[in-house]
Nanobody, 117 residues
């Protein structure tokens, strides 16, 4: 079965950093784009970033560009999201998803990121 498991979330002060991981199994990982989305309480999902199959092409939402960096290690079936200069508005449940923002078909359970002073 397809599985995506996020980890690395936690509480951090504004300006701090976190690195999220998305461990995948049950499918040919290197054949799929991977996307990070986030959802704050009471709000719908928000696209954050996408990385293509080989990792050479990346995309970022304007709100995180320059602060976040997505990468992948296909040998480990893992995608990462390095999050720097965190802001209050980054607080959300972060999910990884198989595919692009429009073609995604499987989500993980998510990992909580809370930015608070």
């Amino acid at each position: 079965e397809v599985q995506l498991v996020e980890s690395g979330g936690g509480m951090v002060q504004p300006g701090g950093s976190l690195k999220l991981s998305c461990a995948a199994s049950g499918f040919s990982f290197s054949d799929h784009d991977i996307t990070w989305v986030r959802q704050a309480p009471g709000k719908g999902p928000e696209w954050v970033s996408t990385i293509n199959t080989g990792g050479a092409t990346t995309y970022y939402a304007p709100t995180v560009k320059g602060r976040f960096s997505i990468s992948r290690d296909n040998a480990k079936n893992t995608v990462y999201l390095q999050m720097n200069s965190l802001k209050f508005e980054d607080t959300a449940l972060y999910h990884c998803m198989r595919g692009s923002s429009w073609s995604g078909d499987y989500w993980g359970q998510g990992t909580q990121v809370t930015v608070s002073s």
